[in-house]
Nanobody, 124 residues
Framework: QVQPVESGGGSVQAGGSLRLSCAAS????????LSWHRQAPGKEREFVSV???????RYADSAKGRFTISQDNAKNTVYLQMNSLKPEDTAMYYC??????????????????WGQGTQVTVSS
């Protein structure tokens, strides 16, 4: 069973940094895309960044220049380095894994999976 597990959230002051991690279990031998999303109280969940199976990355405008997504394939872990944090970055951060149907990967694994989230709080 695919299970993304986030970690690394916490409380920091504005201008500080945090590194979030998302460890993906159950995806050995499978290609997948992993994205970060966040949801602030009273707001809809929004896209932050994604890294595709080919290593290409995309960022929301709010994250460009401050956040960096990277992956450690050996550990099936994706990181989101967040620098120059602002109070408006305060949110629950969620990791999402999308596994497409593909040769060599069990069809039972294909699908989309969300983690439980990790809280990021930035104080001014």
């Amino acid at each position: 069973q695919v299970q993304p597990v986030e970690s690394g959230g916490g409380s920091v002051q504005a201008g500080g940094s945090l590194r979030l991690s998302c460890a993906a279990s159950g995806v050995t031998y499978c290609r997948y895309a992993l994205s970060w999303h966040r949801q602030a109280p009273g707001k809809e969940r929004e896209f932050v960044s994604v890294i595709d199976s080919d290593g290409s990355t995309r960022y929301a405008d709010s994250a460009k220049g401050r956040f960096t997504i990277s992956q450690d394939n050996a550990k099936n872990t994706v990181y989101l380095q967040m620098n120059s944090l602002k109070p408006e970055d305060t949110a629950m951060y969620y990791c999402k894994i999308v596994v497409p149907y593909q040769w060599g990967c069990s069809a039972a694994v294909a699908g989309s999976y969300w983690g439980q989230g990790t809280q990021v709080t930035v104080s001014s």
